[in-house]
């Protein structure tokens, strides 16, 4: 519901369109008696001289130019004003001064001043009617004024500045009294609206005096409030037996700082939860805002109550998880130890199908292995169990490590994999297990996501402390749809072949790993033209200083050691090395 009060210069042309406006009807009676007493000058046995016209026109001249000039702005009726007080005063001289036949006149500007709608006018008339009056009592005293008419002319003159100028304060009072009966209107109407929008509140607004009295109610008490026993009671007495002290206490401070809010149960319904707002309007006024909150709190508790059991199932999701990955990897790391002794022929000779067989189980294996060690750590850090093992190494040697272990992986696949490396060392402070495993994940799913004859790229330099890892690949690349899902656990993109050799956590564990490193993950893909995936790790420590680097680009950089062939080891060998490959 809206209320508008119109403003003054949109009222004013409402109000003349209704009737003629008083102080136009008095400029018009003021002119018309001009020429009334001009006329009647004509007829007169003793002839009027040139004193009497001056005067009746320079009483005239003021008339016609309000009639014509109705703009209500300052600047108008100030010029307007001093016409009228110039009029007058001209007028009262040209006719004996301010003993004269037309000295009343030199009120006019008072006169007209009272006219407008503007009451400030009347100091500006009264003193420009005071300035006119002393120029014609100079003008008089100094002998320079003509002479006062006599006989019937003076009265003429006489009666017709007395009717005018009196008129003209008639004038004023009517429409100070109608603009005064408009304004009380005005304000009564807006009480109603203002009442009426108060009554309609859904909440209670109340007016509270001293340390509690209440002494106005307007809109809808909440349930356990009633408006009596406010009223007979004070607001102290609306509240619950243990919350009437907090009550108190919060009057007090609104009455000292200016505002206090709080909720209290109602002394009428202790189940309900009741909050009022409080505000000083005065030194010992307030006004307040009762409103019920029941639902409001029952709401956020069982917010907070699903929260908990969110929180509760996570947790032990997590130990879940964790537990099971536990128990999972010691009967696989068995199963892939033997299956190594069967593909090494340790105990005698396989037919193909077994030894076949034997290829299919570790590498079976492995691939559960990997689920289940992703699984874990993706428990870990979502139940904040996951702590880094920080230590001080050459990054280019944990990549380089990643790399061939997925070399055979890629070799398969039919996929070139290449590392771009700088030859000074990249020296950072980080988990070792951890930036291998983010370069394990990322260049898994650029083999994953590449076609046979493709190629992927591992990118690895430093700037300004940070340890930036790119790798890019030539493969289909990411639809936009799947782009904004990817880094989330369990998410995947692609088709369903690639879908079923993951869990959707490479992603996921790369950007975890960055983030507690303190770092970052960004994906760059298009369909077709391939992708690339940069982590940002800000552990890079300083750089050699000159005379260190010197010497270090003089030093014959040592050659990777070759792999040779592996001889035959026993099953706890094998264990021991693929866990030393893989992670803890």
């Not at 199908?353 to 979502?382: C, F, P, Q, T, W």
């Amino acid at each position: 519901m809206e209320f508008e009060t119109l403003p003054d210069p949109i009222r004013r042309p409402a109000a003349r369109a209704a009737g003629m406006d008083p102080a136009q009807a008095w400029r018009l009676g003021w002119l018309a008696s001009v020429c009334l007493a001009a006329a009647a000058a004509l007829f007169l046995r003793d002839a009027a001289g040139w004193p009497v016209w001056a005067a009746l026109g320079a009483g005239a001249v003021p008339a016609l130019a309000s009639l014509a000039f109705t703009r209500d702005d300052e600047r108008t009726q100030s010029i307007l004003l001093v016409l009228w007080a110039m009029g007058g005063s001209l007028a009262a001289v040209l006719t004996g001064g301010v003993s004269g036949a037309m000295a009343a006149w030199c009120l006019a500007p008072v006169a007209a001043a009272s006219t407008l709608d503007q009451p400030k006018r009347l100091a500006e008339g009264a003193a420009l009617a005071l300035i006119g009056g002393c120029v014609a009592a100079l003008t008089q005293l100094s002998g320079l004024a003509p002479s006062t008419p006599a006989g019937p002319l003076a009265f003429v003159l006489g009666f017709l500045a007395l009717v005018t100028t009196g008129l003209g304060l008639a004038a004023g009072l009517l429409i100070g009294h109608r603009r005064q009966g408009a304004r009380g209107d005005r304000y009564a109407s807006e009480i109603i609206a203002l009442e009426t929008l108060l009554d309609g509140l859904p909440s209670l607004a109340i007016a509270v005096r001293g340390q509690g009295a209440v002494t106005a109610v307007r809109g809808a008490p909440p349930p356990g409030v009633t408006t009596v026993d406010l009223f007979n009671r004070g607001l102290t007495a609306a509240a619950a037996p243990g919350d009437r002290q907090r009550l108190t206490a919060a009057i007090a401070q609104a009455l000292r700082d200016g505002a206090a809010s709080l909720t209290f149960n109602p002394a009428l319904g202790v189940e309900r939860v009741v909050a009022l707002d409080l505000q000083r309007v005065a030194p010992n006024q307030l006004v307040g805002l009762l409103r019920d909150v029941t639902a409001e709190r029952n709401r956020e508790s069982a917010l907070d109550q699903a929260r908990a059991d969110a929180e509760a199932l996570a947790a032990g999701r997590a130990r879940f998880l964790a537990n099971m990955s536990h128990e999972l990897r010691t009967p696989l790391n068995a199963i892939m130890g033997f299956s190594d002794i069967m593909r090494a022929k340790m105990f005698g000779p396989l037919t193909d199908r077994y030894a076949e067989y034997a290829e299919l189980i570790h590498e079976s294996g492995g691939h559960l292995l990997d689920l289940i060690n992703d699984v874990l750590d993706m428990s870990k850090i979502e139940a904040e169990r996951f702590e880094l093992q920080r230590g001080v190494f050459d990054a280019r040697e944990a990549v380089q490590a990643a790399m061939r272990l997925l070399r055979v992986q890629s070799d398969t696949a039919g996929v070139q994999l290449r590392g771009v490396l700088p030859p000074g060392e990249l020296e950072v402070d980080a988990d070792r297990r951890a930036l291998k495993q983010i370069v394990l994940n990322l260049v898994s799913n650029a083999l994953k996501f590449t076609p046979r004859g493709g190629q992927v790229t591992v990118t690895a330099h430093g700037y300004d402390g940070v340890l930036e890892i790119v790798v890019a690949d030539t493969g289909v690349g990411i639809s936009p749809e799947d782009l904004e899902r990817l880094g989330r656990p369990y998410e995947q993109a692609g088709g369903p072949d690639q879908r079923a050799r993951g869990t959707g956590l490479g992603l996921s564990l790369v950007r975890a790993f960055a983030k507690l490193h303190g770092g970052e993950m960004s994906i760059e893909s298009r369909l077709g033209a391939g992708t690339s995936v940069s982590v940002r790790l800000p552990v890079l420590l300083a750089p050699l200083k000159p005379a260190e680097a010197t010497d270090a680009a003089n030093t014959e950089p040592r050659p990777a050691p070759t792999e040779a062939p592996k001889p035959a080891a026993s099953l706890g060998d094998n264990v021991i090395a693929f866990a030393a490959l893989r992670r803890d």
